[in-house]
């Protein structure tokens, strides 16, 4: 399946609308209008979720790319007309005919020629975290995963914004773990061009150990194996979804996850309390405010801590603080305190000097008035790496008020950079919000279904032959379906059905419905026919064109002459 490649400079320069301040200039396509303007090129805008909000504060990123936006005529900037790189292309998990499959590609970055059986796991671990036991487990039967391997002259990817001697030219502003650039975008669309159909969506896949990466075009990830597979899942949401975040603090929130009017919510069919309303009969929004929410970005020091202040109504009954940090790997290393007292902080398992998000949720409520929150880094060895990322406080309702149950699907308000609110389905059950959490949830779900059937046939093929029966010839006529429901190779717990009805010449053959193979007797079976085929799962509750379609096939030449 193809679908167009489009201009990666513009789904970078997404980031910087928001980075330079220049919203005047950038407003268009900063919003949820982001696709008019450049519709036509951007199939898959970039909305790069764990680091968009991130370049707020760097300007070297933001003035880069403007100077980029600024110097390049577009409709030049989409030809780039270069030989793609040398791609030794293996499967890694393949479903059927890419013809007929959704093709995600990991291109390598980074790794020098022996470093080959490296990129090759490094690949084969991320398409099976995504696909294997969850996130894209239950669509993996239209999914095919390569990797195309591309040697690099270096190791690794750059840092100070210089890309190394590799294919794509992956690198970092700074050393900082956020975002990671690549120099050389026509070569990733003249190597994913060169592939024609097998290739959906391309990967391109540093060899670099620790968090970063990008959305857009090109989903842009590192070999980091916490983050690795985090940063691939929630970006390649954006893109196959078209979904905006769900985080808060973004600027990004449309698509099916996101409510703006309480009267049009686009996951009505799933809501787990259709009674919960208020007094007027709107729909009831959990209760839940952002008291403090911030990107700071910023390189701990033992000299002083980085302290934020703020303050709370008092008016809620529970409250949750969430952080992230990278350069932090013991417990010794760092206190974190709210008003003076310890939050009891402990690093994740493994990380080392990688990423991690952290969550606290306290049954208690906030004070009203004021409160700090404190990141004293304790070891002064870790100066330069330690990194305080990103910090929220939530509060919440009581549990009648704010339903915490995962699983419970009704209005959440999520609260954008500027502290506007809209609605996402569940509190903490989907990727596109929490990058920890490995699955989307059902809202997400139906629309990846949705979307990925959009270009695909149910049909993968018609084979004709023939059969002697006794006397009689048959033409037989066999039909190779999509490997879902009843014909899954791997079954799944929920509930799939094919409903297969045939015609031939416009007149029904009832006797072959529901089945995937049809004998006729030879001399009756020319003709026209047309097998309609309808899917239904229960991960889908729209009504959606993309889960049925007609198959015409013609059979024109009798088993035995005439
Ligand atoms: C899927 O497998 C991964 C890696 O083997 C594991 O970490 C994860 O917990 C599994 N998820 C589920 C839902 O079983
Ligand atoms: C967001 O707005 C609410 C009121 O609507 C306010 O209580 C809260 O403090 C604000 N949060 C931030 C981080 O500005
Ligand atoms: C240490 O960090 C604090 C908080 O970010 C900052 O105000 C201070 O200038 C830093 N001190 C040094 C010596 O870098
Ligand atoms: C065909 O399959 C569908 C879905 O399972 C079912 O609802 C329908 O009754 C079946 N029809 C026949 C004639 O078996």
Request: charged fraction near 20%.
């Amino acid at each position: 399946m193809i679908i167009p490649l489009s201009l990666v400079l513009l789904a970078a320069d997404l980031f910087i609308s928001r980075a330079c301040g220049c919203h005047d200039l950038y407003e268009p396509y900063a919003q949820d209008s982001l696709h008019q303007p450049f519709g036509r090129f951007m199939k898959n805008p970039s909305h790069d979720a764990v680091f968009e909000n991130i370049a707020d504060t760097d300007q070297s990123i933001a003035q880069h790319r403007l100077s980029l936006e600024t110097t390049k005529d577009v409709d030049a900037a989409l030809e780039p007309e270069v030989p793609p790189p040398p791609l030794d292309v293996v499967p890694l998990i393949i479903s059927g005919p890419s013809t007929n499959r959704v093709d995600f590609v990991f291109f390598s970055d980074g790794y020098l020629p022996e470093e080959r059986a490296k990129f090759l796991s490094d690949a084969l671990r991320l398409a099976e975290d995504v696909s294997k036991n969850q996130t894209f487990n239950t669509v993996q039967p239209l999914l095919n995963f390569w990797a195309a391997f591309s040697p690099s002259r270096e190791s690794g990817i750059g840092v100070g914004g210089l890309p190394k001697d590799t294919p794509f030219g992956l690198f970092r502003y700074g050393t900082e773990l956020r975002g990671v650039y690549y120099a050389h975008p026509e070569v990733g669309k003249a190597a994913c061009d060169s592939l024609g159909t097998q290739c959906d969506y391309p990967i391109l896949l540093g060899n670099d150990p620790l968090y970063g990466g990008l959305g857009g075009d090109f989903t842009v990830i590192t070999a980091s194996t916490l983050n690795g597979a985090l940063v691939l899942r929630h970006e390649l949401g954006h893109s196959i979804l078209e979904v905006g975040e769900e985080y808060d603090g973004g600027f990004g929130y449309y698509g099916a996850n996101a409510a703006h009017d309480l009267k049009i919510i686009p996951w009505r069919q799933w809501l787990s309390d259709a009674t919960r309303v208020d007094t007027s009969g709107a729909p009831r929004v959990e209760r839940s405010v952002m008291a403090m929410q911030a990107y700071p970005w910023t390189l701990l020091n033992a000299t002083d801590p980085w302290s934020i202040k703020f303050e709370s109504s008092g008016t809620y009954s529970r409250y949750s603080v969430q952080f992230s940090l990278s350069g932090i790997p013991n417990k010794k290393d760092l206190r974190v305190t709210l008003d003076g007292d310890e939050l009891g902080w402990l690093p994740r398992e493994k990380i080392g000097m990688d990423r991690w998000f952290y969550n606290f949720h306290s049954p208690k409520k906030l004070a009203a008035g004021k409160h700090v929150l404190s990141f004293n880094l304790l070891n002064g060895k870790k100066e330069g790496a330690a990194q305080l990322c990103s910090t929220e406080v939530l509060e919440y309702g009581t549990e009648d008020e704010f339903i915490s149950t995962p699983g419970f699907y009704s209005l959440y308000p999520t609260f954008s950079d500027l502290n506007q609110t809209s609605y996402r389905p569940t509190n903490e059950d989907c990727l596109m919000r929490s990058v920890t959490v490995p699955n989307l949830c059902k809202v997400c779900l139906e629309t990846l279904w949705i979307n990925l059937l959009k270009d695909l046939d149910f049909v993968d093929n018609i084979k004709e032959s023939c059969k002697q029966n006794h006397a009689s010839t048959l033409k037989v006529l066999e039909l190779d379906l999509l490997p879902v429901a009843d014909l899954r190779k791997i079954p799944i717990a929920h509930k799939e059905t094919y409903t297969i009805t045939w015609e031939k010449d416009g007149r029904p053959l009832s006797q072959f419905t529901n089945k995937t193979r049809a004998e006729i007797e030879d001399d009756q079976s020319l003709g026209e026919y047309t097998i309609h085929v309808k899917f239904s799962t229960e991960e889908v509750r729209l009504e959606s064109p993309s889960l049925q379609g007609d198959w015409h096939h013609k059979v024109t030449a009798l088993c035995q002459g005439s």
